[in-house]
């Protein structure tokens, strides 16, 4: 039993030091994302680099499931860009293209209007009760560039999470079970 005993303990062990490893590579790959996430949000100024177009307000420029990258820069906001910005009181971020900038004498500050460009009217609706305009701290970024439809993995993952947690499920197995 000695010998037998001896190999077991050896393959339990080879096995215990393989799950150690997948672990190990699954967390340097978390926090490679987590990492290069930052860096995209120091280098665009953006707090959110990269969003998901989730509506048809802004077709037929940019469509359901598109991605857009956003730069935020200290350059005054212009009527005519694409810009991404959070209404107090809605958690999902907006894309919708500047028609209206209001610049204050007095501060300097500039309130901007927005409008899909598939509505019929502006947003004003779309904004926290009695406001009328948005101020810079409400835009998140500007639109720089996109990639048509590869947003649809986000879209679907979210309205039928069932998929989100198969896919899930499917990666963690891969990890834990594929060798070095």
């Not at 001896?6 to 062990?13: G, L, R």
Request: proline share 3%; aromatic share 6%.
């Amino acid at each position: 039993m000695g010998w037998i005993g001896d190999t077991v303990d050896s393959v339990k062990s080879i096995q215990i030091r393989q799950l150690l490893t997948q672990a190990v590579s699954l967390g340097m790959i978390v926090t490679s994302a987590l990492i290069i996430w930052k860096a995209l949000m120091c280098i665009t100024g953006s707090e959110s680099p990269v969003v998901v177009v989730l509506s048809g307000s802004m077709e037929p420029g940019f469509k359901r499931g598109d991605i857009l990258f956003l730069h935020m820069s200290k350059d005054p906001i212009r009527a005519g860009e694409i810009v991404v910005f959070n209404v107090d009181g809605r958690e999902i971020p907006i894309v919708h293209r500047v028609i209206k900038v209001h610049e204050r004498q007095d501060t300097g500050e500039v309130d901007v209007l927005t409008k899909g460009d598939n509505n019929y009217g502006d947003d004003r609706l779309l904004y926290a009760q009695g406001q009328l305009w948005l101020q810079r701290h409400h835009i998140m970024g500007r639109a720089v560039g996109f990639l048509p439809y590869v947003g649809w993995v986000t879209i679907i993952m979210t309205e039928k999470p069932i998929i989100k947690y198969i896919l899930i499920s499917a990666l963690g197995l891969l990890v834990i079970t594929s060798k070095d």
